[in-house]
Structure formats: C-alpha cells, structure tokens
C-alpha cells in the first residue's frame, strides 16, 4: 500500500523557534508539495518540488522555505515561527506529468506555535 | 485559469438520506476532476476521478459523481448517507499539462441519527 509519512502527528512549538516539518513518500514519486489547511480556507499551496533539489513557491511561502535532498523526503521549514503560523500541515505526492492522477496525503501534522 | 466553488461549506443530512454536495469549476481546457474525503485528524484520500472516460463516475463508500460539461459541474451523491460518512469533502480540478490541482474550500458533511 501506498504511504506519506509525516513524522509528528502533533507539535508544540514556541515563538520564534526554527521548526521542521518532515515528510517521506515510498511511491517513487518525483513531486512532492506542501499545503496548509485552515477552517474555511481549504488547502493552500506553500511549496512544492518536481526534482530533487528543485523548488517552487506556491500561493502562501512567506515564511516558509523547504528542502528536498532526496527523491523520497521532503521538508518544510519554519525559520521564524510565529503564531500565525499555528496551523494544520499537509504533505502530498504524486508522479510527474500526471494531471490526471490524484495526490496521496500523508495524515497531517497539527503545529501550535505558542 | 482553473478554479474550483464548493456550494455549501456545511451539508446535514439524516442517516439514510440522500446526499449531496455541489462542486463546480472553471477551467480553459478539459479538466481532470477529483473528489477527496477527510476524515477527522487524517489527511485527504481519493474518493473518485474524471479523466474523460465515462461522465458518470464511481467510487468508494458507494459514492458517485457525474461529470456535467455544460453546467460545468461535478457533483458528489449517495443514495443513502451512513454515520460514517460524516467527514470533510473536497473537489478538486487539474488541466492537462498542469499537475498541481486546485482545491475547493471543503464541505463538512453531518449526518444525523
């Protein structure tokens, strides 16, 4: 069965920390995104990566920066946390050039910044 | 450009009773439309895709959608809602060429006893 993991299901942050977010996927898969889920909001794109070592911003990076070192691991990096940034996070995956294929989520973290 | 309008971001239905809920799109070339379920504390799991094959589309849980060109739309129903399927629901539309969707804002459905 396919899988993304995410490595925290729950995390406590403080103001001001660097705060890493991990995500790893056994699919192969070469994309790779990262979204955040607000109530009302729905999924808003905040990074995704094509490659390994490749990068693009997506609607909401300020604040955000990412890593992708490895095909199967990509991950999002808080610099600065800061309270709105207390949020529900979302890992996904997919193939290249499959527009028509569904992304795989992994099952979230939910990050407070206090 | 391609976007999504999810009517309703809450949808309560009886146990038993129909359900439906309301996704249309706007998109310049044939889209490739998808509906997710989010269970409480998971992430987003397919329930169905259009790829251009059949308009009516099936899925899990008993789930189907029909794909409706002229009113550019993409509805979700199921005969008979089940406790269980009480849950967060996004469609979601991609274009050819383009494999990052977008996401409607979410419909939380409620079923009632």
């Known amino acids: 069965d396919v899988k993304v993991t995410q490595s925290s299901r729950y995390l406590v942050k403080r103001t001001g920390e660097k705060v890493f977010l991990e995500c790893v996927q056994d699919?192969?898969?070469?994309?790779m995104f990262w979204y955040r889920q607000d109530p009302g909001l729905g999924l808003r794109l905040i990074y995704f990566?094509?490659?390994?070592?490749?990068?693009e911003k997506g609607d909401i990076p300020e604040g955000y920066s990412v890593s992708r070192e490895k095909k199967e691991r990509f991950s999002l990096i808080l610099e600065s946390a800061s309270t709105n940034q207390t949020s529900m996070y979302l890992c996904a995956s997919n193939a290249r050039g499959s527009s028509n294929q569904p992304q795989h989520f992994g099952d979230g973290t939910r990050l407070s910044i206090l | 450009a391609q976007s999504v309008t999810q009517l309703g971001s809450h949808v309560s239905v009886s146990e038993g009773a129909l359900v439906l809920l309301r996704c249309n799109y706007s998109s310049s070339v044939p889209p490739y439309l998808f509906w997710y379920v989010q269970y409480p504390n998971q992430g987003l799991q397919l329930l169905l895709k259009?790829?251009?094959?059949?308009?009516l589309v099936k899925g899990i849980n008993g789930f189907e959608a029909e794909f409706k060109k002229s009113e550019t739309s993409f509805h979700l129903t199921k005969p008979s809602a089940h406790m269980r399927d009480a849950a967060e629901y996004f469609c979601a539309v991609s274009e050819g060429g383009s494999y990052i969707p977008t996401f409607g804002r979410g419909t939380s459905l409620i079923v009632h006893p």
């Open positions: 259009y790829t251009s094959a059949a308009t």
């Open positions: 990566s094509y490659d390994v070592k490749m990068k």
């Open positions: 699919m192969d898969h070469e994309n």
